[in-house]
T-cell receptor, first 115, second 108 residues
Framework: SAVISQKPSRDICQRGTSLTIQCQVDSQVTMMFWYRQQPGQSLTLIAT?????????ESGFVIDKFPISRPNLTFSTLTVSNMSPEDSSIYLCSVTRASSYNEQFFGPGTRLTVL | GQQVMQIPQYQHVQEGEDFTTYCNSS?????IQWYKQRPGGHPVFLIQ?????EVKKQKRLTFQFGEAKKNSSLHITATQTTDVGTYFC????????FGSGTKLNVKP
C-alpha cells in the first residue's frame, strides 16, 4: 500500500481567493491523480499530475482554474483558483504504483468550503 | 464519452440479508475495479477484474465480470454493520472512471 497525506485537511475560504492543496506520498509512485467529490456524489477526475510536465486535464477542467504541479515522484499540489461557492467540495489525491496492478490509493481528502 | 450506470443508488438492508450492486457500461471494458468508501472516509480498493466471466471472492464478497466485459456486480452475503458505506465500480476503458456508487445502509 501507500501512505498518503494531504494538507490542509479542511479549509473555509472567501470567494475570489485561491487555495493550494498538497499531496505527499511516502514512497515513489507512478501515477498521481486529483479528484473532486461533492457531498453524496461520486468521484470526478480533475486531472493526472505528470512529473516535470503539464498535467493532463479532463473535460470540463482547465489549467487556469486548477493549476497542478508535480515536481517529483512523491509530491503534487492542486490549486483551486478564484474560488466560488460552487468549488465547495472534497478534493482527493490518489496514486498508483508500478508494482501493483493499477489499484489506486487515496489520500484522506481536503474538505473545502467557499463562502 | 464512457457511459456507466451503477444501480441501485441506495440500498437499505437488515443485518444478515444479502446485497448486490450492479455496474453497467455502454462500452467494452479492459478491466474493472471496485472500491468501498466508509462514511467520512476515502475510497479503498477492493478488487480488480480483468477476464471475461471472471468471478472472485473475498470472504462474504463475490465479484463478477460479465462475459461481454460490459457489466460487473458485487454481491455481499449476510451483510454486517461493518459493510455500511458506498461501493463504487471504476471501469477502465482508456482510463479509470468511477461509477455513481451504491450507498449501503445495514440496520442491526
Amino acid at each position: 500500500s501507500a501512505v498518503i497525506s494531504q494538507k490542509p485537511s479542511r479549509d473555509i475560504c472567501q470567494r475570489g481567493t485561491s487555495l493550494t492543496i498538497q499531496c505527499q506520498v511516502d514512497s515513489q509512485v507512478t501515477m498521481m491523480f486529483w479528484y473532486r467529490q461533492q457531498p453524496g456524489q461520486s468521484l470526478t477526475l480533475i486531472a493526472t499530475a505528470n512529473q516535470g510536465s503539464e498535467a493532463t486535464y479532463e473535460s470540463g477542467f482547465v489549467i487556469d482554474k486548477f493549476p497542478i504541479s508535480r515536481p517529483n515522484l512523491t509530491f503534487s499540489t492542486l490549486t483551486v483558483s478564484n474560488m466560488s461557492p460552487e468549488d465547495s467540495s472534497i478534493y482527493l489525491c490518489s496514486v498508483t504504483r508500478a508494482s501493483s496492478y493499477n489499484e489506486q490509493f487515496f489520500g484522506p481528502g481536503t474538505r473545502l468550503t467557499v463562502l | 464519452g464512457q457511459q456507466v450506470m451503477q444501480i441501485p443508488q441506495y440500498q437499505h438492508v437488515q443485518e444478515g440479508e444479502d446485497f448486490t450492486t450492479y455496474c453497467n457500461s455502454s462500452t467494452t471494458l479492459s478491466n474493472i475495479q471496485w472500491y468501498k468508501q466508509r462514511p467520512g472516509g476515502h475510497p479503498v480498493f477492493l478488487i480488480q477484474l480483468v477476464k471475461s466471466g471472471e468471478v472472485k471472492k473475498q470472504k462474504r464478497l463475490t465479484f463478477q465480470f460479465g462475459e461481454a466485459k460490459k457489466n460487473s456486480s458485487l454481491h455481499i452475503t449476510a451483510t454486517q454493520t461493518t459493510d455500511v458505506g458506498t461501493y463504487f465500480c471504476a471501469p477502465k476503458a482508456d482510463k479509470f472512471y468511477f461509477g455513481s456508487g451504491t450507498k449501503l445502509n445495514v440496520k442491526p
